[in-house]
């Protein structure tokens, strides 16, 4: 785990309320099956990545609510290439 997702973990129990809202966001677009979990890893490994200075608690809400739906299923999409199961030519 790098030093960002370290400081970024500790905001986790602080950011509770804003990723519930976010999921409802999502569930209310027909993203029923995004789990806490699969939107708390989009998040670290896509758009906290790069952070080269301490996370203060407003940037991370901010790029919470900011998120997309376009963000997030591109991240899945990515990371299902990225898995050793996928195989040019599988339907989609």
Same mark, same amino acid.
Not at 3 to 26: A, C, D, G, Y
Not at 55 to 84: C, G, H, W
């Given at each position: 785990?790098?030093?960002?997702?370290?400081? &970024?973990?500790? *905001?986790? %129990?602080?950011?509770? #309320? #804003?990723?519930?809202? @976010?999921?409802?966001? *999502?569930?209310?677009?027909?993203?029923?099956? #995004? +789990?806490?979990?699969? =939107?708390?890893?989009? =998040? @670290? $490994?896509?758009?906290?990545? @790069?952070?080269?200075?301490? %996370? @203060?608690?407003?940037?991370? &809400?901010?790029?919470?609510?900011?998120?997309?739906? $376009?963000?997030?299923? $591109?991240? #899945?999409?990515?990371?299902?290439?990225? +898995?050793? $199961?996928?195989?040019?030519?599988?339907?989609?």
């Amino acid at each position: 785990m790098s030093i960002t997702n370290h400081h &970024v973990e500790k *905001f986790r %129990p602080q950011l509770q #309320v #804003v990723l519930v809202s @976010k999921l409802e966001e *999502f569930e209310l677009l027909g993203y029923d099956t #995004v +789990s806490m979990d699969d =939107l708390w890893d989009c =998040l @670290k $490994n896509s758009i906290w990545r @790069k952070m080269d200075d301490e %996370p @203060k608690l407003f940037q991370l &809400v901010e790029d919470i609510l900011s998120l997309t739906i $376009n963000d997030y299923m $591109n991240y #899945v999409r990515i990371e299902a290439f990225k +898995s050793p $199961n996928w195989q040019f030519g599988d339907s989609i």
